[in-house]
């Protein structure tokens, strides 16, 4: 049987996988493909990935422009966290669908089907899923084809912690992986990025939670042997959605966007920013389009912008200016090492909604050079054993290459296949 299995470590940056930290993942890279140029998407935010990880294609064409958006709706934006378990429903209702471009569930959904098990935040989750084409398990409710509800003995129910993680494996490979067997089966563990968030990059405390997590990966890379053993014919993908670079300072855009005389109010509806981590979205009212160039100017001037992409250079990152979008703006980032010698320090836009910032801590969703370094490994057919990859390769090619392992037509997708022909390979 042709089958896919994927194992995504949130936030696990490609400089920590190493025998020290990793041994698991060090261990599985000398018998896979290595992919040593990966990149993430823009913003390199959880949920933005795992959409263009599940159409695909890039924000522009699958619409969740970010970690959080702003929504014209009834010609007024409405700010949202796309981590509620009702964004994409809600999105749906108010854009017409909840991501523009089909997902790999609903590519396979009469081939052999997608099963999901996430442990990341609920909209991060239903992002693989949103109209319910396979199976989704998530903590804040699992559903079926249809979306319907799975019974309730059937639910995820597990923290999301690195013991909500364990426990969620050992059920994926159980369940998932040797008793129900789908043509797709994707586990995205929580783990290193949640405590990422919490702790220095590098200390002590960090390095055990890598060693968990690397734990976790284990086993799955042992239960994909004993599938291969009793005959299946597996693709077998691990890696990360971005990696984290070091929180070296806040930057609150609104308020230097009201000094400068370019927002009105702190509730004013004319202009947003709205963070995405070490990224900023600026959302500007149709009303208000006579301003952009003064923002333009105004963005581009800023020590704490790192770079800034006009609604003409979107399409540099994979963005389109729809909804009001109108700027990206990824903060400052420098490659200097951290108090534990970890590389790569940026600045932090600062959340609207009274989330935490992380100073001193992790953080993504910017262009710095770690946050755009998560990790990828595929071993299976048209992949060499223990060889390097160094062409540039995006989250957006891991849908195409599924499906080519499957015999799955691969159209409309920004992602290309990575498989090489056999005398390729080493
Ligand atoms: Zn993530």
Redesign the pocket.
Known sequence: MKRAVIVIL??LRRDLVSAEHTPALAAFRERAEDFTAHRSVFPS??RV?AASFATGCRPARHGLQGNAVALLEHGVFVRHDAGGPEFLQHKRRITGTALDAPTLAERVARAGGAITFSN?SPG?AYAHDPDGHGFLYNRAGSFGPGRVPVPAGDELRVPDTLAGDAAMTARFIDEVLTERRPAVATLWLHEP?HLQHELPLGSPAHLAALRQADAHAGLVIAAVDRLRDAGDDVLFAVG???GHQTVVGIVDIEAELIAAGLKTGPSSGDVLSVSSGTAALIYVHPDHAARLPALGEFLASRGWAGRVFPPDRLSDVGQAPRGGLAFGVSMRAEDRANEFGVPGLSLEARASDGKPDHLGFGQ?GGLGTYEQAPFLMIDGPGFGRGAGRREPTSVVDIAPTVLRHLDLPVEDMDGRPLQRAAAMLQ
């Open positions: 949130d936030g935010a959880t990935v990341a991060a990025d990360s959605d971005h993504h």
